[in-house]
C-alpha cells in the first residue's frame, strides 16, 4: 500500500508541475488581447489572466488602481476616519451629557433654575444702583452747596463722590454681563434639550446629519401617549 501512495504523491507533482509549465497570460494592450507564456513587467500593470493548459482562466489579477483611484481611495479612507473620529467624539459629549440629564424635563429644570438665579443677581444689582445713585445725588448736593458758599469741597466727600460713580458704573457692567449670560445659558440650554431630546430615540454618537428630527417629534410625541 505505501509504494502506491508514494506513487500518486509523485503524479500529483508531476501533474502540479506540468499545470504550472504549461500556465498562459492574457493580457489586452491597446485594444488587442495577447497570450503569452509570461507577462512582461511593463504590461503588468494593466492586469492580466491566468490560463491553465485547457485555456481556462484559474486567476485573475486586477489592474493597478490609477492616480486619481489611489486618490480617490485615499479620500475615501480619509473621509470614513473622520467620521469615525467624530462619532467618538460626539458620543463622548453625548454620555457626559447623559449624566447630566437625563430626560430633556431635567434640562428644562436646569434652565429654569440657571434663569432664577441670574434674575435675582440682575435685581440685587439693580437695587443697588437705586441706593448707590440716592447716595451720589445727596453727595453732589452736598458738594454743591460747598461750592456755592466759595469753599473747597472736601477730599475724602470728591473720593466719596467718584466710588459712588464707580459702584454705579461697577453694577451697571455686571447686569450688562449677567444679561449677556444669560442669553448664552438660553442658548446653550436649548441645544442641550434638542439634544437630550435626540438621544431619548437616538443611540449616543449619532451624528446630526444623521438625525430625523421628525422621527424624533413622533415618537416622543408617542411616548406621551
Do not use: W
Not at 489611489?70 to 480619509?78: G, N, T
Request: net charge neutral; proline share 3%.
Amino acid at each position: 500500500m505505501k509504494p502506491l501512495v508514494g506513487l500518486f504523491a509523485v503524479v500529483c507533482l508531476l501533474a502540479s508541475a506540468s499545470s504550472f509549465a504549461n500556465k498562459m497570460y492574457r493580457f489586452t494592450v491597446d485594444g488587442r488581447v495577447v497570450v503569452k507564456d509570461y507577462i512582461p513587467a511593463e504590461y503588468s500593470h494593466l492586469g492580466y489572466e491566468i490560463l491553465n493548459s485547457n485555456g481556462m482562466t484559474v486567476k485573475t489579477v486586477a489592474p493597478a488602481p490609477t492616480a486619481e483611484e489611489l486618490a480617490q481611495r485615499r479620500a475615501e479612507e480619509a473621509a470614513k476616519k473622520a467620521r469615525q473620529d467624530a462619532i467618538a467624539a460626539q458620543r463622548k459629549l453625548d454620555l457626559d451629557l447623559l449624566r447630566l440629564y437625563a430626560k430633556p424635563s431635567d434640562v428644562e429644570r436646569a434652565r429654569q433654575r440657571k434663569a432664577d438665579e441670574i434674575d435675582s443677581y440682575i435685581q440685587l444689582q439693580r437695587r443697588r444702583i437705586v441706593d448707590l445713585e440716592q447716595k451720589l445725588e445727596k453727595s453732589q448736593a452736598q458738594a454743591a452747596n460747598i461750592e456755592r458758599r466759595g469753599q473747597e469741597v472736601p477730599a475724602d466727600m470728591r473720593l466719596e463722590i467718584v466710588q459712588l460713580q464707580n459702584g454705579i458704573r461697577d453694577s451697571e457692567g455686571n447686569i450688562k454681563a449677567r444679561q449677556q449670560e444669560m442669553k448664552d445659558s438660553t442658548r446653550d440650554f436649548a441645544e442641550q434639550y434638542e439634544r437630550v431630546r435626540i438621544l431619548q430615540v437616538y443611540p449616543a454618537g449619532t451624528l446630526d446629519a444623521d438625525v430625523d428630527l421628525d422621527k424624533v417629534d413622533r415618537e416622543l410625541e408617542g411616548k406621551k401617549d
